[in-house]
Nanobody, 120 residues
Framework: QVQLMESGGGLVQPGGSLRLACAAS????????MGWYRQAPGKERELVAA???????NYADSVKGRFTISRDNANNRVYLQMNSLKPEDTAVYYC??????????????WGQGTQVTVSS
């Protein structure tokens, strides 16, 4: 059973930083693209950042220059370094990964979400 688990969320002041982590567990053959999404109250879930196995990255315009996504393939982890945080970054952040498990079809997986609150 493949699972994703996020960590690192919390309450920070505007201008502060947080580092989110997502660990994939289970009998995994390969993880392709990994990414972070977020959903604020009353808003649709949006892509924040994504990274391929070749380390090609893609960011939402709203976070470019402030957030950095990275991955550790050896440990099946993806990170999101968030700097210069703004109140509008407040949301539940979800980890997403395209995973090929052992003896199972390739599929998208989602974490349970971690709350990020930016407030003074």
């Amino acid at each position: 059973q493949v699972q994703l688990m996020e960590s690192g969320g919390g309450l920070v002041q505007p201008g502060g930083s947080l580092r989110l982590a997502c660990a994939a567990s289970g009998t995994i053959i390969r993880i392709n693209t990994m990414g972070w999404y977020r959903q604020a109250p009353g808003k649709e879930r949006e892509l924040v950042a994504a990274v391929t196995r070749a380390d090609t990255t893609n960011y939402a315009d709203s976070v470019k220059g402030r957030f950095t996504i990275s991955r550790d393939n050896a440990n099946n982890r993806v990170y999101l370094q968030m700097n210069s945080l703004k109140p509008e970054d407040t949301a539940v952040y979800y980890c997403n990964a395209d995973i090929l498990p052992l003896l199972q079809p390739q599929s998208d997986y989602w974490g349970q979400g971690t709350q990020v609150t930016v407030s003074s």
